[in-house]
């Protein structure tokens, strides 16, 4: 399957999300990927955007089953949440489970005045009423793969896709 | 002969089941732990302090010895983490009944307890607990007679990492009654498993425990030469009833020998931090100067304990059956 | 009742015998060893082929709980112990509850236990009344009343003019005083030997000088009273030294030491195991083998099982709340034997630890086997190895640190004056 190229999306998704931007917008990536795509997303827009970065472990609804993550990064917020307009950022949107972690995390910092989502790739399968508003690319993928981003020791963002061994 | 048994803190899986006392959990866990308190600490500064982690579960805080402040550290840790929690000291109730231990934990066990936080004053008693709990429950040892005190302990290792960053280029001297101290074992394991080079002990001969230098340390009666280019300096606390058995004189003499004071202070590294597990008797094992002057990290150490209190409830919480 | 025991290697001590020899017993008595006598018609033929025939074993300490202790274990069940154990005498400490101070409470234990028809109770009598050692017992009285020494069981003796007395008013008599050595303030509230894993666990300890300070006591006034004197359950290296010492000095002391200290140090504690809460505690290697150098070179007489049977709620405790004590009169033989196999002591030599040692130590005409003597046996299988659990052990006291371990040496059959009191196979308490 031939992956689209993750630097290309990100410009992309930083073009769509022009129109949105607002002296009241805030980013937020979620850990890992989205944490990188939105550094990634900031430099592009060039602009003075407060940047937080969320890790949604202490709100996932999988503890009782697969317990605490191994790395938990703390969660930096350096912004006042409340009556911001936040964009969330992600790699990928699946199930949709962990974007409602991320939005009741957001809510214990505060009441923002709202929250999108954008994503870079949306690969259906999801078991929530969650969608995003900016999308990179949409695949099509089955449920025993896995695709995720890396950031190379350059920076540079790319997509990789495995197969899920049972 | 040496009969080998498996170590009664980890599961099958090599995660940790119980917290009863640092001693073999490896660098790996402690940081582990150290890590994971350090995401909670940011939760504490949020608008909402809580998160929703162990929402559902029953904590017990089973107190066979009175500690209000430990208690209360471990009850705010499990509110913020949303779980419930019940508090129990048992000391004059139950015990005097002819209840033991094992029909306390047993009638806590069937109103479906999820985790028990353990005081106790004998030695030993978290691990006994812990290996006669069904296997869904998970034991804490809040402090057990003069064997571990585990969270304390971690938490020590956190203030020293918040202040120090690294440990493995660390001197550490602590002072006063290693014997009778449990919090003083547990910082001796912690430390000795990040790698600080040099655990100093300083203390007279009669609150040092038998071959105490077995544990690792390095033994200093003189706090002048003991606290000499140290980076940490961990006062304990000296109880009142160490002075009426044949330990020490008096107060007034410990605390012209052992008590800290800025001038002593002074032997140690310019920027080394003072710490005290609490509560402290000023006056006795530290001057009023020193618990408040701009070395001491005594209040910094109370707020990451309920951070790394948080840690360790939520690791125990998820780790499998 | 005519028995042959067919085909075994009898190993007697005392006369130094190791040899397939047949033994024929007659009336209670040994009748013959080796070729039978004339007109013996056997009424019983017991198979000894490979197995070992020895005097039936003395053991030098074992709680029998009666009176007063019967939550813990009763007289029936320990009795049944033993002789599965293969003792057939058995010395018992006074701390019964109430102590052993009185000749009624003397007599009426004997006089139970011989009804019971299974191994013979010799009762120490209290060396001070109540054993709160203050006030002498009546020694003489207690002695007709059946009591082979007198002793302070684990109980504090700290005045040492008490001490002299009571040594002196003994000796008068002729009598044994057993002392375990120990000094009650250094020992004070101790619950491990001082020493690293206490430190570590946060055990109160027990130091090593508490030992040796109370033999040094002991053994001056020894000196002073001319006393004869036992030590009981030696645990340290000091200990030993210092007995070996009195011994070469001439000093009629006699010491023994309980078959787990041969085999267990501090380090067996491991994570808080109250099995391994025991008094004397175990102590460091270097003392454990210290003691296994001491029986061998014959400063350590005897081997004792001290047993003390515990219910299993006194043991389910923490550590230091637990009641001290194994149990032991099971264990005797295969821990006996596991010893001798470590330090490459002869079979012979190790049962002589249990049998004809013993016997000296008491004064007593057995731990022998000659013609016209009792026949008090041991029969036992020393290569068969068998499963500690609380199944396979008849005492009610199941608390060892040897759990669900294998040990060799089984105890096939056990003889008192002729009779056959145990025999493998049969449930507990048939």
New interface residues.
């Given amino acids: 399957m031939q992956l689209p190229d993750a630097e290309k999306l990100a410009q992309t998704m930083a073009q769509q999300l022009g129109p949105y931007l607002n002296a009241n917008s805030a980013l937020v990536g979620m850990h890992t990927g989205g944490v990188w795509l939105a550094e990634r997303i900031h430099a592009l827009l060039g602009k003075d955007i407060p940047l937080g970065t969320l890790?949604v472990?202490?709100?996932r609804d999988d503890?009782n089953q697969?317990?605490?993550h191994?790395?938990?990064?703390?969660?930096?917020?350096p912004f006042d949440v409340t009556g911001r307009d936040i964009i969330l950022v992600d790699d990928v949107l699946y199930t949709g489970r962990s974007v409602r972690a991320a939005m009741?995390?957001l809510?214990?910092?505060?009441r923002p005045s709202s929250i999108m989502l954008a994503v870079l790739v949306d690969r259906g399968g999801r078991e929530l009423p969650i969608s995003s508003q900016v999308t990179g690319a949409v695949l099509a993928l089955a449920p025993d793969q896995n695709i995720q981003l890396n950031r190379d020791p350059q920076g540079r963002l790319s997509l990789s896709l495995r197969q899920i061994t049972a | 002969m040496a009969f080998l048994s498996r170590n009664p803190q980890l599961n099958q899986h090599g995660e940790l089941q119980h917290l009863l006392t640092i001693e073999g959990l490896g660098a790996g866990m402690v940081r582990h732990i150290l890590d994971t308190a350090q995401s909670f600490v940011s939760v504490s500064e949020r608008e909402v302090k809580k998160i929703p982690l162990l929402r559902g579960k029953s904590i017990f805080n089973l107190f066979f010895e009175p500690s209000t402040r430990t208690r209360t550290t471990f009850e705010i840790a499990a509110k913020r983490l949303s779980a419930d929690v019940i508090n129990l000291n048992i000391n004059a109730s139950s015990q005097s009944k002819g209840e033991t231990v094992l029909d306390t934990v047993d009638n806590l066990a069937a109103m479906q307890a999820d985790m028990f936080i353990v005081r106790h004053a004998q030695s030993g008693a978290a691990h006994f607990i812990a290996g006669h709990v069904a296997p869904h429950i998970h034991v804490v040892n809040a402090g057990d007679g003069r064997h571990a005190h585990p969270t304390q302990g971690l938490l020590d290792m956190y203030t020293i990492r918040h202040y120090k960053q690294e440990f493995h280029n660390l001197r550490v001297a602590i002072v006063g009654d290693v014997l009778h101290s449990r919090v003083a074992r547990s910082q001796i394991h912690a430390l000795t498993t990040l790698g600080v080079p040099e655990v100093r002990v300083i203390a007279p001969k009669t609150l040092l425990p038998a071959q105490v230098e077995r544990m690792g340390v390095q033994v200093y009666h003189d706090m002048a030469q003991g606290l000499k280019d140290v980076d940490v300096v961990i006062m304990l606390r000296l109880q009142n009833e160490r002075m009426r058995g044949a330990l020490l004189p008096s107060a007034q003499e410990y605390f012209k020998s052992y008590g800290l004071t800025q001038d002593k202070l002074a032997l140690a590294k310019s920027d080394a931090i003072v710490m005290h597990p609490g509560p402290m008797n000023r006056g006795v094992e530290i001057d009023s100067d020193v618990a408040d002057g701009n070395q001491s990290v005594i209040l910094p150490q109370v707020t990451f304990g309920i951070a790394v209190r948080m840690a360790v409830m939520s690791i125990l919480a998820g780790s499998k059956q | 009742m005519k028995i042959h025991i067919r085909g075994g290697r009898l190993i007697e001590p005392k006369s130094g015998i190791d040899a397939q020899l047949d033994v024929f017993i007659a009336a209670g008595k040994v009748a013959a060893i080796g070729e039978a006598p004339a007109d013996f018609h056997a009424n019983r033929v017991i198979d000894a082929n490979g197995l070992v025939v020895c005097p039936g074993l003395i053991d030098l300490s074992a709680r029998l709980r009666e009176p007063g202790l019967e939550y813990m274990a009763t007289l029936e069940s320990e009795m049944h112990a033993a002789v599965a154990g293969g003792v057939t005498s058995l010395v018992c400490p006074p701390d019964t509850d109430p102590p052993l101070d009185e000749p009624g409470l003397v007599e009426m234990l004997r006089h139970r236990a011989k009804n019971l028809h299974q191994a013979r109770v010799f009762p120490l009598g209290a060396l001070t009344q109540k054993l709160e050692g203050q006030r002498l017992t009546e020694m003489a009285e207690l002695h007709d009343a059946g009591c082979i020494a007198f002793s302070q069981a684990d109980a504090p003796l700290s005045d040492s003019n008490v001490l002299l007395r009571a040594m002196q008013y003994a000796s008068t008599f002729g009598f044994t005083v057993w002392l375990r050595p120990q000094d009650s303030f250094l020992a004070r509230d101790g619950v491990a030997h001082d020493g690293e894993v206490a430190s570590r666990l946060g055990l109160a300890g027990i130091p090593a000088c508490a030992e040796s300070i109370a033999i040094a006591r002991i053994l001056l006034l020894v000196r002073e009273t001319g006393a004869r004197v036992h030590l009981c359950r030696l645990s340290t290296q000091d200990g030993v030294d210092m007995v070996r010492e009195a011994r070469r000095q001439g000093l009629p002391v006699t010491c023994d030491i309980g078959v787990h200290h041969a085999h267990l140090s501090e380090m067996d504690i491991g994570y808080f195991n109250s099995n391994c809460h025991v008094i004397p505690p175990f102590r460091g290697l270097r003392d454990r083998d210290a003691l296994r150098e001491g029986l061998k070179d014959g400063t350590i007489d005897a081997i004792c099982s001290d047993h003390a049977p515990v219910d299993d709620d006194a043991k389910l405790l923490p550590f230091a709340e637990s009641e001290a004590g194994v149990t032991g009169l099971e264990l005797l033989l295969p821990l006996t034997l596991k010893w001798a196999k470590d330090v490459g002591v002869e079979l012979s030599d190790a049962i002589a630890k249990l049998t004809t040692e013993p016997a000296r130590i008491l004064a007593l005409n057995k731990g022998v086997l000659a013609q016209g003597l009792n026949a008090d046996l041991c029969i036992f299988d020393p290569d068969e190895y068998w499963k500690v659990t609380p199944k396979a052990l008849r005492s009610q006291g199941k608390n060892t640190p040897f759990q669900n371990m294998e040990l060799a040496g089984r105890v096939r059959y056990t003889l008192v004056e002729g009779v056959v009191v145990y025999e493998a196979g049969e449930k507990a308490g048939a």
Avoid at chain 1, 70 to 77: G, N, Q, R
Avoid at chain 1, 107 to 110: I, K, L, P, R
């Fill in positions: 890790d472990s202490f709100y503890f697969s317990g605490l191994a790395e938990v990064a703390p969660s930096d917020i009741n995390e809510f214990d910092y505060g």
